[in-house]
């Protein structure tokens, strides 16, 4: 009974916040979803699971937007917030961020778990770092260390995006045609968080967690 206040406080704030995000799309378009997406591949705490989605709901229902535009922009964006962070590695270096990255979120243990998983899988580590929490916005700290052939860097980068991207789309054009959840249902609107949540947690504990430990 206590916590019932508390829930629905953060459901109106949670309503506000992505009627903001939606008027702020009419204004800002694919450049806001470009911007948002290289912040997300940099190392502020912007996730692309709120900046996709919405925008491709527009693109659904009203047509404010095309899909195709969606994941260009989305793809592009990640992409250059990905070339600031292997260029920054690349002229910084190892020791630099291991001793002031965890005053910009950069901790020598999230570095030292980008280099175990670069160095495992390579190029190919990049694309599928793309389609991962957590280790998507530090693959370009290991790569830029490294030296990773930038070319090579960024062509598993923009197809790794694209995918994700293309994705979530699909999230948010499925949960568009879900009236509950568009209406506000706090029931519906619990579902999709935590299916979300145990989705992206069971990739990052399969392909990221369980491969750091070995």
């Not at 570095?111 to 793309?130: D, N, P």
Request: charged share 10%; hydrophobic share 50%.
């Amino acid at each position: 009974m206590f916590l019932q206040p508390d829930v629905f406080q953060m459901h109106e704030m949670l309503t506000s916040l992505i009627q903001w995000y939606l008027a702020a799309l009419d204004q800002g378009g694919y450049w806001l979803i470009g911007l948002l997406m290289a912040m997300e591949s940099s190392i502020l705490p912007v996730p692309s699971e709120f900046v996709i989605p919405p925008a491709a709901y527009l693109a659904h229902s009203k047509g404010t937007f095309t899909l195709t535009g969606i994941v260009i922009a989305g793809t592009v964006g990640s992409w250059v917030g990905a070339s600031v962070m292997y260029w920054a590695s690349y002229l910084i270096g190892r020791p630099l961020l291991m001793k002031y990255g965890r005053y910009v979120m950069i901790t020598p243990e999230k570095i030292q778990q980008a280099e175990a998983w670069s160095s495992h899988y390579g190029m190919v580590g990049v694309f599928i770092s793309r389609l991962l929490p957590v280790i998507r916005h530090l693959i370009g700290i290991p790569a830029g260390v490294v030296r990773m052939h930038f070319g090579w860097y960024s062509l598993a980068t923009i197809i790794g995006s694209g995918i994700w991207c293309a994705v979530l789309c699909w999230v948010g054009v499925t949960a568009g045609q879900d009236e509950q959840l568009m209406q506000g249902n706090l029931h519906r609107i619990s579902l999709w968080v935590g299916g979300l949540l145990v989705f992206l947690g069971s990739l990052y504990y399969f392909f990221v967690h369980r491969q750091m430990r070995r």
